[in-house]
């Protein structure tokens, strides 16, 4: 396994744990379509359910980050929008036989993603939780 899930990386919202765990087991499925030399086509696709599943997870912590007057909105969003950009141009690298397009990828988001959700997913929870409110993103996480 490639990353894996720490409960160290719980942040006690449960819609957002679970979210990342599900972004944690996309990555590893990239890792392991690497491991077994997949065909282009399949990795393709992990990239592409990477991308779609990302801009779902986003979009959910952002529209949190909003109702929530988080100052550090735009930041996080600047955030965000690093990590798909650079997904997207690791899936071109991919499409045009690059061979280093999962390895690179792998990097960037075992990097990205431990330190985001410790360092600027964490930041909001801290003050999610403090809301009397937060029990709404409390409820049974869908993927
Ligand atoms: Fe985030």
Known sequence: MFIEWN????????????QHKHLIDLINKLDGARHSHSPKECIEKVFLELINYSNYHFTLEERAMKNENYSRLDLHISSHDLFVQYIHKCYYKNK???????????????????????????????ILLDQPHHDQYQKAAHR
Not at 7 to 18: P, S, T, V
């Open 96 to 126: 045009k036989n690059d061979y280093f397009a999962i390895s690179d990828a792998l990097k960037f988001l075992s990097d990205w993603i431990v330190d985001h959700i410790m360092v600027e997913d964490r930041n909001f929870t801290m």
């Open 7 to 18: 409960k160290d990386y719980e942040l006690g919202i449960a819609q957002i744990d679970e």
